[in-house]
């Protein structure tokens, strides 16, 4: 059922843009950098923790983004462990999805 006000529309319809990731895992780094991996483990009712992250280096995150960089703002869809959180991200500053 849809809400009344609201219409079926495809998402692709909806978006500026999909963007997906690279579809494989980045190589991280064992300390605090200010390029951080988003995995399906930071989405999460409807957020996306940004706090529990993996690092990378800067040439990684720029390689990462290539095809777009998060924006504050942004949705957020797993596709697998598990399918279908969405969450949104607050704080886009040196996220890339991982």
């Not at 009344?4 to 990731?21: A, F, T």
């Amino acid at each position: 059922m849809v809400p009344d006000g609201w219409k079926l529309s495809p998402i692709k319809d909806e978006c500026e843009c999909i963007i997906d990731c690279v579809n494989k895992t980045a190589p991280i780094v064992d300390f605090e950098t200010p390029y951080k991996m988003i995995r399906t483990t930071n989405v999460r009712h409807g957020r996306v923790d940004t706090n529990n992250v993996r690092y990378v280096t800067k040439d990684i995150y720029i390689t990462w983004i290539r095809r777009g960089a998060p924006q504050n703002g942004d949705l957020v869809l797993t596709r697998e462990a598990p399918v279908g959180e969405v969450g949104i991200i607050e704080d886009a500053k040196g996220v890339f999805l991982g």
